[in-house]
Structures are given as C-alpha cells and as structure tokens.
C-alpha cells in the first residue's frame, strides 16, 4: 500500500478538479492539512474539496474567523489559521469537536499546530512554480491510507 502520492496541475480549474476528487474519497472524521505558501492553492484546493463533498455554499478565504463552517453530504470545517496568535485560540475554539467530530476538517496553515491534529490524517504539501503545482499527499495512518487508496484508483 503506497503511503505517499504526487499530483501535478497546471491550472485552477485543474487544480480544483483534482481537490473534487479528493473530496469524493473523503471519509468522516478525516483531517486535512494543507500546507504551502501563500498563493500555493490552499484555498483553490479547498473549493474543489468542497465540490467533492456536496458543499452547498460558497468556500473562501477567510477574513477574519479562524473557522467557516459547511454543509455537504457530511459538515466540513474549514480551518484558516495563519492569523492564529497561539495554540490556546484553538482550544478556546473547541477544536476537538471538529478534528474528531463526523465531519471533515480541512485547514489551511496548521504548521502551528501539528502536534494538536489526529495522528491519523491527510498531509497535503503544496509546491508552485509559475502555473504548476505540485500536491504530494501523505497518509499518517490507516484512515487517511484509505483515502489515498481510493484517490490511486
Ligand atoms: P492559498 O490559499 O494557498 O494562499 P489560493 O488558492 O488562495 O492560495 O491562491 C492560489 C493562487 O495561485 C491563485 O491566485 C491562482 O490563480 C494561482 N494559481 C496559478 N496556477 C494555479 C494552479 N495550478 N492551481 C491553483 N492555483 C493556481
Ligand atoms: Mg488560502
């Protein structure tokens, strides 16, 4: 069983149609770490995940809420918290309701708190070079094999 796959883009609607897909594999209680500079195609990965999973309203960049929530086949919490100005503002949030709650938490900048995710979850590192994008996905334990699985197929 792979542990570890790279995806390449070229565009945004590649990009998102890609994100659709991961969103299709997604299972309840998945946590998804997106990391990457500003500009990599967190956000834009996040629409298509949405896409996957049903979302029914529109997903953004946050403005100022560390959290937006979503309805699709199952809650999504989508987690921006590059303005986070310490781990305790999570906690403050209730974050264990979401990272092991039955729906799927995707968060944007969680370099500050990887210590406080599932141990099993989705490692999505991004890397860009003009238009190009590169997405290796990481699978932590055995839940998130299962999506990389289903995203080999
Ligand atoms: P982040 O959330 O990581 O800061 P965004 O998704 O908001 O990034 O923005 C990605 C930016 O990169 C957008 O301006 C988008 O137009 C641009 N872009 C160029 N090529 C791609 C690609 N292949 N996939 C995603 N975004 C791309
Ligand atoms: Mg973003």
């Known amino acids: 069983m792979s542990k ?5 883009t070229t565009s945004v609607e590649e990009t998102e ?3 659709e897909r991961i969103g299709r594999a997604l299972e309840p209680g998945m946590v998804v770490a997106l990391m990457g500079q500003l500009g990599a195609g967190k956000t834009t990965l996040t629409k298509g995940i949405g896409r996957g999973l049903a979302v029914d309203d529109l997903i953004h960049s946050p403005t100022f809420n560390l959290i937006h929530e979503h309805r699709g086949r199952m809650p999504v919490y989508h987690f921006d918290i ?14 264990e309701d ?9 968060i944007e900048w969680p370099e500050k708190v990887m210590h406080m995710l599932p141990p099993d979850h989705l490692e999505v590192r991004i890397s860009a070079a003009g238009d190009e ?7 932590t334990g055995s839940l998130s ?9």
């Open 4 to 8: 570890s796959i790279a995806v390449h």
């Open 17 to 19: 149609q890609f994100g």
């Open 82 to 95: 590059y303005r986070l100005t310490s781990p305790e503002q999570l906690e403050d949030l209730g974050y």
């Open 98 to 106: 979401y990272f092991y709650g039955d729906g799927v938490t995707i």
């Open 133 to 139: 994008r590169t997405f290796e996905i990481v699978a």
């Open 145 to 153: 094999a299962k999506v990389l699985e289903k995203l080999n197929q």
